[in-house]
Nanobody
Framework: QVQLVESGGGLVQPGGSLRLSCAAS????????MGWYRQAPGKERELVGI??????DYADSVKGRFTISRDNAKNTVYLQMNSLKPEDTASYYC??????????????WGQGTQVTVSS
């Protein structure tokens, strides 16, 4: 079993910054990909960015403002969000695709953390 624990959400003014973190723990053999998605009220969940095999892809809407980084030793992924806009307001979800201690592939989601951008 694997747990994903997210932290770092909150209320921030437009133009401000926040950093989210997501730590994976449990029976992990290797992590294939870690990333972030978001879902605003009344909208579908969308990709923010994902990192895998040394490559990171971002949604066009966050390119140049958001940065994903990983600490492999801690099985943790971070999302640094700068120049935040009201339209970035959403629940942010961490996702990890990994190989468990049993050798099987798993796809886990975090519980979500709320980011609100408002003056």
């Amino acid at each position: 079993q694997v747990q994903l624990v997210e932290s770092g959400g909150g209320l921030v003014q437009p133009g401000g910054s926040l950093r989210l973190s997501c730590a994976a723990s449990g029976s992990i053999f290797s992590i294939n990909a870690m990333g972030w998605y978001r879902q605003a009220p009344g909208k579908e969940r969308e990709l923010v960015g994902i990192t895998s095999g040394g490559n990171t892809d971002y949604a066009d809407s966050v390119k140049g403002r958001f940065t994903i980084s990983r600490d492999n030793a801690k099985n943790t992924v971070y999302l640094q969000m700068n120049s935040l806009k009201p339209e970035d307001t959403a629940s942010y979800y961490c996702r990890t695709v990994l190989r468990g201690g049993d050798g099987l592939r798993y796809d886990y989601w975090g519980q979500g953390t709320q980011v609100t951008v408002s003056s």
